[in-house]
């Protein structure tokens, strides 16, 4: 099972808020954390999805930027009420898990795929919900 160290997610380069003494106090002593115990962080779900894309492998990646973009479709078909938005977050969602194959950051691409399917799911659910749901979707592909 692969684990992490401050180290690992510090060459990720996370934004300013992370410093390497912000992701030291996180990982309470520790000297590693296993890819759910990242994910389990007490961060938002947005900052927990960017680490989790960049340490999952690029093939875990790519098939769960093309799941948040079928999840996507999905809540835009299910918004009859607003066309214009379903389409273009339908449209949005998919360029997203195109982005994620040829893309140079599949993890960038992958994230936005959550984003777009996250946002096209605030008619049935909160944002927050369905990117921890989401969230919870990588993990379990991960494994595999």
Avoid: G
């Avoid at 099972?1 to 401050?6: D, Q």
């Avoid at 680490?51 to 009859?80: F, G, M, P, Q």
């Amino acid at each position: 099972m692969n684990t992490f160290t401050v180290q690992d997610i510090m060459n990720k380069e996370p934004c300013p808020d992370y410093t390497e003494e912000v992701v030291t106090e996180l990982w309470k002593d520790k000297k590693s954390l296993t890819f759910k115990e990242v994910c389990d962080l007490d961060i938002s779900v947005e900052d927990r999805i960017w680490i989790a894309v960049r340490l999952a492998s690029r093939d875990t990646v790519v098939s769960w930027a093309n799941y948040c973009a079928d999840e996507a479709k999905k809540h835009a078909a299910a918004a009859n009420a607003a066309p214009f938005a379903a389409h273009r977050t339908t449209l949005y969602a998919a360029r997203a898990a195109i982005a994620a194959y040829w893309a140079a950051d599949a993890a960038a691409a992958a994230y936005w795929a959550a984003t777009y399917a996250a946002n096209a799911a605030d008619w049935s659910k909160t944002r927050n919900e369905e990117l921890e749901r989401l969230l919870t979707k990588l993990v379990e592909m991960n494994k595999s």
